[in-house]
């Protein structure tokens, strides 16, 4: 597939080159039962089948690391740690592509033939719609060879179906975030119901340590029942074995796992994101609900009553939930690179914001911070508190994503636990939006309901007291006042209106296409616009996918890799690692590694010279 | 939200102090927003903690700014509910015409209202989506007019100066019939009570109201119809005593006084809102 190129890397790295010459697979087992199943509702007895058989892991374990090792390096780490359930972090099995999706359909249809040659993925996906679940119920072994099938196929897959057509799988990409129809109660419209359940390529479900459904992204109760009940089992059984489950892989789908004191957080994703990936995915939804309840809440919640039921408690935030799900299905350089994203500003414009947040003060304010369209403007804050960019995604996420807030119009004071801040007391937010009127001075309040609109900015001061409200409430008229005087709103919505830069706006005819740059020391990033490369949503999912393929491979344990360089056909990509950054970017394939190179290190240097203005360097401190 | 008064003579001008309470998803913010804006989102998602928002409303002889505190109406933000209704002038205490145990909730929050807020507080109790309601089912258990008179006399009406007033959409005016008892002309009961999703009879809260001395509407936000009216209502409803201070502290403190005397008071004010919502209706 891809050439990985570890300077000052380490030599433990598995070398890619086994590669260029396949050996040749394994004979097919005969038994293949494989989506046999025509009915669905078996999947549940076949799923507390393979717990069972979890029962057989050291011998399990041994064939399959065995296979998998013969055949592709890469994939040894996968299969290790998806059998073991040890800690190590999850590998990509090679480069991740969606693709990968794709390949498993057709194999899935026609066996042999797939996995033997470079079958270009055909139209006849028809096992996608049919394999999420229903994997579970497949034997092991089988998966074992369709993933390694799959591995093996990739290069030529990528070149299909990168920035080509993948009409199948972008078809039910499309329709990922719809909400399934209720089920009737008589049933009548079970089977459809059940079949858009089962094309979602993505499901979240977080179920209390007692087996009780907390939240579902897709279906209701009844729907999930008999998920949720396979999945208790599972987690269950290894956990009383003292050696919880972490991940594991059923044919295309990926489980991920987070268990958190009463919590059980699962994560399945055919989009193939890495394990470490779906796990900070995890991690996020834990803290929005840690936001809502506080953790001594919660803990006192269950310990009194161990089958409490905690949708009750959490009653109305299904929605950030929800939103928060989705963002990271569709894909969330935010989480992936745990940074925020601030908006570009003129140094002299933003120390003038700094300067105005510090001037309106007012005694109770905790942080202060100006937000446009999800994307930092200006933070004012305690010269020994600093704020945690977990929070601060989940109140954007509040805010921007969710959109309960805005729609509301008003202003808005919401206690919220901030969990990285404190996770065991509340805080009171105070929160008004601007509408983006480019009329300057007046800055009306919003008042419409419409949706999503571009150029939101948000006003929010967070404060330990409670009836803080109006002195806030006057403390932003104040801020507004001070920042229509001064240009600095102006500045604001100017920067608004023109959006991210592209490639070439920032540096006239480099090869790259798009990048992330994360900076270190500041926790935050900047990326180019995702036009005009990356305008669909699907274009910008198999992006992020790069990107989080790239992370991973930065990221994993045991090793650390420098630089990480990748090809296919149809792009280069190429993740760079230092003390001060992390760089992630793509170009198309006809870029020479060092017109890469050297179209990174461009962007390197332009990153450094535009330090300030791209980032929110310490923010207003008092 | 034009403030249609100000072009005349400067009118008095004071601040109202109102708070929203009520189980979630009954409608509150609906209703605030349908009062604010005029305008209504399907599948709204709940709200968070609290919104505070601002509202004129234009009566012939003053105009009454309400501040209005849209309580969320989950368990959890129950205990921080004290803090915005102390010093409220007003309240609008929404329960849902299609859920009875809504009312129940509604109940709970009227007697914590009588109990620990400002004594002179005036008490809306609402039935919000009236429009789900089959036109006959708000009247036709009791069959009859004499206790239903009251409250289906200000919402026949109010209604058409909603629509004067606050600019509701022309069907605004005819999904405002439903609530207002129109069930002299619709014979049929039989059928259409198959469609109807009403759980509370209007009559039931309505006496409760009577018995607690509160204001009584059903409203609904999706269509508009009553919502001005119960607003206006309240405007009237507020005595002039308490409206001399501009922020809610000062006006809870001299209603003080006349917070006991009050009590017989409120019945009477209800009907004497309705006769005068539908002269003047709010010009909001």
Known sequence: MANNT?????????????EETPPPLPPRPENLTFLAGSGRPQSSAGSVKGTQRGSLRPSLLQSKATTALSLEGSGQYTHGETISGSSTPSRQPSLANIGYNYMRSASDVDDTASIRSAVPPSESGVGDVESLLGDVVTERDQTAFESVASVRQDPGLFEETLFG??????????TELDEIDELKTDGSNQESVMKAWRSKLKHYLILSSAGKPIYSR????????????IIQTIISFYNSADDPLRSFTAGDA????????YLNLVAISRLHESFSELRAQLEALYMQILSTLTLPNMERMFSSRPSTDLRRPLQGTESLLSALADGFTRGSPSTLLSALECLKLRKAHRNAINNTLLKCRTPSLLYGLIVANGRLVSVVRPKKHSLHPGDLHLVFNMLFEAGGVKAGGGENWIPLCLPGFNNTGYLYMYVSFLSASRDGVEVEERRTADGKGEGEVAIIFISANKEGFFELRQMRNDLIEQMSKNGSLDHILESVSQGRSSCTDILPGTVLRHFLYKSRSNVQYCMSSYD???????????????????????????????IHYTTSTSYVALAWSSPVFELYCVAPASTSRAALAQAATALVNWAKRSEERLFLIGGAVF | MADSGAGSAPKPSSSVKLVLLGEAAVGKSSLVMRFVNNDFQENKEPTIGAAFLTQKCTLPTRTIKFEIWDTAGQERFASLAPMYYRNAQAALVVYDITKASSLTKAQHWVAELQRQASPGIVIALVGNKADLANPSSGTDEEGAEPP??????????????????????ADGEDASAPPSGADSDDGADGDDAAADARKVPMRTAKAYADEEGLLFFETSAKTGANVAAVFTAIANAIPETSLKGSRGGVGGQTSLGAGRGQEGDRVNLTGRAGDMGAKEGCAC
């Open chain 1, 6 to 18: 570890s300077q000052e890397g380490s030599p433990q790295l598995k070398p890619d080159t086994s």
């Open chain 1, 532 to 562: 005009p490369f990356f305008s669909t949503p699907f274009s910008r999912r198999r992006l992020l996918s790069i990107y989080g393929d790239l992370h991973a491979q930065l990221h994993s344990r045991p090793v650390r890799l420098k």
């Open chain 2, 148 to 169: 239903a008179a009251p409250p289906s006399g200000p919402t026949d009406t109010d209604a058409p100066a909603d629509a004067d007033g606050a600019g509701v959409p």
């Open chain 1, 218 to 229: 897709h279906g209701d109760d009844h729907l999930i029942t008999n998920y949720i009940g």
């Open chain 1, 254 to 261: 990926r489980f991920a796992i987070l268990s958190r004191g």
């Open chain 1, 165 to 174: 057509d993948a009409a199948e799988l972008e078809k039910e990409f499309e």
